[in-house]
Each structure stands twice: as C-alpha cells, then as structure tokens.
C-alpha cells in the first residue's frame, strides 16, 4: 500500500509540475518563464524516473482511473448540486 | 511501475466505477451538508436532499457493488494519493513563485519623466480628443 502511495502521489506532483510548468513558461513573464521551465524540466525528471526507475509493480493506468474516477465523481456530485440550487 | 496499458478484466469496473460512485456520494454528502446547515428555507431543503442521496449512494456502493475490499483499498488510496500529490506540488509551485522576485525592477523606470508630467495639462489633452470624436460621430449621425 506505500508504494502505491508513493508512486502515485509522484504521479500527481509530476501532473502539477508539467501543467503549471507549462502554463508558466508560456504565459509568464520574463522573470516567472525561467521559473516555470524548471518546473517542467523537474516534472520531465520526475517521470522519468516513475518510468525508467521505479521497481514498484503499482499500475499506472490502475491508479490512472481510480483517480480520473474519483475527479470525475466529485465534478458530477458538484454539477448535481449546482444544478438543484440554480433550479430551485 | 507497471507501465502496462492493457485494461484488465474487470478493471475499469473495479477501478473507475468505484472510485466515480465514492467521488459522486462523497460530494453530494459534503455539498448537501453545507447547504443545510447554512442554507434557509427552499435551500435547506435542497440541502437535506442532496444529503440524503449522498448516503444512499455510499449505501449502495456498500451493500450493492460487487468487490472485494482490497481492490477498493488500493483504488482508494491510488485516487486519494494523487490528488494529494497535485495539491502538494501546486503549493510547492505557488510558494517558489512567491519567493522569487517576479516585479520587474523599478530601476529600469525613468522617474524623471513622471516628474515632470503636467496631468493637468494631460487631463486637456485627452478631454479635447474626446470632444473631437464626439464631435465626428455627431455629424455622421447628422448625415445619415
């Protein structure tokens, strides 16, 4: 179960680095691009190694849909809700 | 880590299905109590609803849905470990951006030109120029 923790919570620190990074290196400023190019290159490094180097037999695409369930679950619960208060 | 992209027997069931029933019961479990705790009237109503449907939900993801403990053990705590590492590097990225200096710096500003700006006279400038396209606009109204 911990390495299930771990490698899927690299997972989502590497989804973070990539999407920010690449928001930051593209809409950034001058001073705040250089920041985010490194935020992308730690999210490249970071899924590197769950891919190259992690000897856990977790499986990514497993967990891949026990999270997007999860996300998805919590949109869908959200929508009812503003749905029910928007109609009322 | 098993990069395999194979989807199993079972898997998208096991997986995506359980963790989209908690994801749905869990939200309308939090949502409704907040509505009903602090909604009035009509709201309130909603809110014991939303609450109710919630903990059917629940139960009948644990009386109803066919799978084995250990199975909804890992999916949980895959979904509850990612999502926890998202936020963990979104705060990790929001305190380096606010650590680093992302002002440009003031130095480069040519103080003395602000200094030396008339605003009053600015002020006449612009008022003349919107005097003149109010005037334009005037007479091709009058034309027309």
Request: charge should be negative; charged fraction near 20%; glycine fraction near 12%.
């Amino acid at each position: 179960m911990m390495d299930i923790a771990i490698s899927m919570g690299l997972i989502g620190v590497m989804l973070s680095m990539l999407g920010m990074g690449l928001l930051i290196a593209y809409y950034g400023s001058s001073k705040t691009r250089n920041v985010g190019i490194v935020f992308l290159l730690a999210g490249i490094g970071l899924a590197y190694y769950l891919v190259e180097m992690d000897t856990s037999d977790v499986s990514f695409l497993n967990g891949m849909l026990a999270f997007v369930g999860g996300m998805v679950g919590g949109i869908i619960g959200i929508v009812v809700f503003l749905v029910a208060i928007i109609k009322s | 880590m098993d990069m395999s992209t194979e989807i199993g027997n079972g898997a998208i069931m096991d997986y995506f299905v359980s963790m989209l029933l908690i994801g749905i019961g869990v939200a309308l479990l939090a949502t409704g109590l907040f509505t009903s705790y602090f909604g009035a009237g009509k709201s309130q109503k909603i809110g014991f609803a939303l609450f109710f449907l919630g903990i059917v939900t629940i139960a009948y993801f644990i009386v109803f849905y066919p799978l084995e403990e250990d199975i909804f053990i890992d999916a949980l705590v895959s979904g509850v470990a990612a999502l926890s590492g998202m936020i963990i590097g979104m705060v990790l990225i929001l305190f380096v951006l606010m650590k680093v200096d992302t002002v440009d710096d003031l130095e480069d500003l040519d103080l003395e030109d602000l200094e030396d700006l008339d605003l009053d006279e600015e002020l006449k400038k612009l008022e003349e120029e919107l005097n003149q396209a109010d005037e334009g606009d005037g007479a091709k109204e009058e034309e027309e």
